[in-house]
């Protein structure tokens, strides 16, 4: 199946629960997220943010229920469906005895992606790691190492974008970079979602804002009231 057949324009979760054995992490949540937004997921720890990226990513299978990708499910559209998907999760997934310049090299290796060396010096540009490009990431800050692994989760140009604390270890300028790379990416047609703890950084960004409490899903409805005080009176509520 050729690549593009896996486009799609909107993600739905269809009554998606997932268990670990007694643990219930999602709770028979239906969610759709269309091209051309971000969406923001907000929650205490263990409320089941990192599950649903995970199931979305399709690195998570569900206890029960679906997700579909356009009109189609992840067991139709087959291992091609992951080059249209870019994660970011707490595991960076970067080598540290290779340089930065090869670790993107060796994860566009892995998507077959053309014109590598080109993708891999813009990636690098805009991740404002070129003085840094040979240096093993070893030597890497926290901050860097954050910068270098957004690069690599977008090098494929994913249609789906799942970020999980995306402004972990960012400086102000650089969390600034970001928040505009992901308009640009919204701009431009993708999906976007981001599990994050990090409010200002959020607010002004996300379209969307969902809260997940006990697996529970619940958006929060537009307020002229800032992010975070939606999100306080929120988990104040009683959930059904």
């Known amino acids: 199946m050729a690549a593009a057949s896996c486009d799609f324009t909107r993600v739905e979760l269809v009554a998606v629960s997932r268990h670990y054995g007694r643990r219930r ?3 028979k949540t239906s969610l759709t997220f269309q091209q051309g937004a971000v969406t923001g997921l907000f929650g205490p720890n263990g409320a089941g943010k990192s599950t649903l990226l995970g199931v979305l990513s399709t690195l998570v299978r569900p206890t029960s229920g679906e997700v579909r990708y356009g009109d189609a499910p992840a ?3 087959g291992g091609d469906l992951r080059g249209q998907i ?3 999760g707490h595991d960076l997934f970067l080598y540290g005895d290779l340089t930065a310049r090869e670790n993107l090299v060796f994860f566009g290796r892995l998507y077959g992606l053309p014109d590598l060396d080109a993708r891999v010096t813009t990636a690098l540009s805009q991740g404002r790691l070129t ?3 040979n240096d093993r990431v070893s030597s890497f800050s926290r901050g860097l190492r954050q910068r270098l692994a957004v690069e690599r989760a977008l090098l494929h140009g994913p249609r789906l974008v799942l970020l999980d604390e ?3 270890g960012l400086d102000d300028e650089s969390a600034g970079l970001l928040a505009a790379r992901l308009r640009t990416l919204r701009d431009h047609g993708a999906i976007v979602l981001m599990a994050t703890h990090d409010f200002e950084s959020a607010d002004g960004l996300v379209d969307r804002a969902i809260c997940l409490r006990d697996g529970r899903a619940r958006e929060l ?3 002229p009231a800032g992010l975070r005080e ?3 009176r929120a988990m104040a509520e009683a959930w059904a």
């Open 25 to 27: 992490a999602l709770a």
């Open 75 to 77: 067991s139709v559209l």
């Open 86 to 88: 870019g994660v970011l």
């Open 131 to 133: 003085d840094r490009a």
């Open 166 to 168: 995306p402004f972990t």
């Open 221 to 223: 409805a537009a307020d």
């Open 230 to 232: 939606r999100y306080r």
